[in-house]
């Protein structure tokens, strides 16, 4: 299901995160809330940050364009039947006390089995070659750049929130009487895939010279979990580009500046069914250190797929080293 594709579906599955620390219903887990979270009001210090309207589908949508802006992606435009579908999911969550992509007819609030039939439902129609996904979390408050950054934060929803070619998005989120609040994104290119950045080039996140970067990520707070028997580790580091390529790792590493390598774990397509063939990520099996800055290389090559996932010709060979530091 964690898979980026121009003609199915791209859902990634679930992250389930709370204030106070822990999950809710089928199929995640609970899991401990990162130690050190950062609020809204602390991510709009940032340099040329969005206002904060309270709304959190609002929010929250405008962080994840704001983040992709930095990477140099294109923005996504808001698309008012797209909200009603992700609208519509947050409040069957909210109503069935669960935390997932699928509903069950009969059940209080079906709007539609998958994201295509809630999409179809709310009259966003979806033509034969498409690309959809979905992201969900459940936070202890409704701050919506906090719970975007915090998928984010989360490589496998990463992968879906920074996908180059799509172009349109929709949010919404309903609170429960609990205080836990569902948040879902869902995302669109149904007319034909968006502009892209085209074959051979690709973004990374973190991005070239970014700071105040969280030290860790808390692993076992997504699902599907990308490093299993580790809970706390660190930032995942990634490369981005057109979901009709395919990225081939070369060499992708990470170390303080003038240390060692650090062990980390690979994310690539061919060794890890969640990763898209147009993405990759490393993620330190450590928590890095606090204010520090981390060098990052990567070699390899980007090449256009067929419908099989093959290259059309040979890739073409793409390198970067970039630096970002913690907070």
Excluded at 84 to 105: C, V
Excluded at 111 to 132: H, K, M, W
Excluded at 179 to 204: K, R, V
């Amino acid at each position: 299901m964690a898979r980026l594709s121009p003609v199915a579906p791209a859902i990634i599955l679930s992250l389930a995160l709370a204030a106070c620390g822990g999950g809710g219903g089928s199929p995640t887990r609970a899991a401990p809330a990162p130690a050190a979270a950062i609020t809204g009001q602390q991510l709009a210090q940032e340099t040329n940050a969005p206002q904060i309207t309270g709304n959190m589908a609002t929010d929250g949508l405008n962080w994840f364009n704001f983040r992709r802006q930095q990477i140099m992606l294109p923005s996504l435009t808001r698309n008012g039947l797209v909200d009603i579908a992700a609208q519509g999911h947050s409040e069957y969550q909210k109503l069935n006390n669960t935390i997932t992509h699928d509903q069950i007819p009969g059940n209080p609030g079906f709007t539609g089995i998958d994201l295509p039939a809630r999409l179809s439902g709310a009259g966003y129609g979806l033509i034969p070659s498409y690309a959809i996904g979905e992201v969900i979390a459940k936070v202890g408050n409704a701050d919506g750049f906090a719970g975007a950054e915090a998928l984010i934060t989360a490589i496998y929803h990463r992968f879906v929130i920074f996908e180059p070619m799509f172009k349109e998005a929709g949010a919404g989120y309903a609170t429960a009487a609990s205080g836990y609040t569902y948040f879902t994104t869902d995302f669109a290119a149904s007319n034909g895939l968006g502009q892209g950045l085209g074959t051979g080039n690709f973004s990374t996140y973190p991005y070239e010279g970014q700071k105040n970067l969280p030290n860790n990520f808390f692993s076992d707070a997504e699902s599907p979990d990308p490093v299993p028997g580790k809970n706390e580790v660190g930032y995942p580091v990634s490369i981005h580009a057109d979901i009709t390529t395919k990225v081939t790792v070369q060499n992708f590493t990470v170390r303080p500046h003038g240390g060692a390598l650090l062990p980390v774990q690979l994310l690539t397509s061919t060794t890890d069914t969640e990763t898209p063939t147009s993405a990759a990520a490393i993620i330190p099996l450590a928590p890095l250190a606090t204010g520090t800055t981390y060098d990052v290389a990567f070699s390899g090559s980007i090449c256009a797929i067929k419908p099989d996932n093959t290259c059309v010709s040979p890739g073409t060979p793409v390198a970067k080293n970039w630096s970002f530091t913690t907070r």
